[in-house]
């Protein structure tokens, strides 16, 4: 049975519309009457009173949702942690299974440049820190960022000579972190900083990281030297060269830090 509609309901929106445009006509018309700024003043005011509150909802809801996407990063964060924590130990483990010795632990030495030498006989600086801070001579030195520097090969009491990595007579044994292979960066005058002599099959690219290998007295394991550059056309069918940038700013060191490796 279909229900009666009444004729004024029909006409709803149209009479709606014209009271609104018959109540805008009345307001324009009364000018700047005294009426007309109470009703603004009370309308503005009113509308002030709305807004904080509206304001105050939709802030909690951006600091409820901003909340839930830190939750989430730090979960997932905390995640990854438990995982190179679980990786670390069972590494430590396997080590240990095998017979390999624990790594070497040092101290660090804080020192200021106080200049730098650029020659042909060799690139390095000099620090105010010597023999009376505990300086030794072949001390590996790094910057604040954990990268390579150099080599301490002169101590005095108060100040330490430093040579630096980028100086061509400089020697370092390092890995490339993709391929895991070992070779020695040295400087070649045609190509720049190089790590030669790599097998041709070696899984290397441009970006990756090269750090100390560890297999030395003077530079432990897991400092960071550069990212490769280029690679080399295979020489004799058997092996490349791959070049690499290296990390560290020399031309705006003003601390560095001396490894001081116990014995």
């Not at 006509?25 to 807004?51: C, F, H, K, T, W």
């Not at 590996?140 to 040579?163: H, W």
């Amino acid at each position: 049975m279909a229900t009666s509609v009444s004729p004024l309901s029909r006409y709803k929106v149209p009479l709606n519309l014209l009271v609104a445009i018959a109540l805008s006509l009345v307001i324009i018309g009364s000018g700047d009457s005294p009426l007309v700024r109470q009703s603004r003043n009370l309308i503005l005011e009113s509308s002030a009173y709305l807004y904080v509150p509206i304001q105050w909802i939709e802030t909690l809801f951006t600091i409820e949702k901003d909340y839930h996407k830190l939750q989430q990063s730090y979960i997932k964060a905390q995640i990854e942690l438990n995982r190179h924590k679980t990786l670390l130990q069972e590494n430590l483990r396997l080590r240990k299974m095998l017979g390999f010795k624990g790594e070497q632990g040092f101290d660090v030495i804080p020192a200021n440049v106080l200049s730098d030498v650029g020659s042909y006989t060799m690139n390095s600086l000099t620090v105010d820190q010597g023999s009376k801070d505990g300086v030794k001579p072949l001390s590996g030195v790094i910057d604040a960022q954990a990268q390579l520097v150099g080599k301490v090969v002169a101590v005095s009491r108060n100040t330490a000579l430093v040579q630096l990595v980028n100086d061509k007579n400089f020697r370092v044994s390092v890995r490339e972190m993709r391929s895991r292979n070992v070779g020695i960066l040295s400087y070649t005058l045609k190509k720049g900083y190089v790590i030669q002599d790599v097998p041709k099959n070696a899984e290397v690219i441009a970006g990756d990281s090269v750090l100390t290998s560890g297999f030395s007295d003077i530079f432990p394991e897991h400092i960071f030297v550069g990212w490769v550059s280029e690679i080399s056309p295979v020489i004799e069918d058997y092996v490349k060269s791959i070049q690499v940038d290296l990390a560290t700013d020399f031309n705006r060191l003003e601390e560095v830090f001396i490894l001081d490796q116990d014995d």
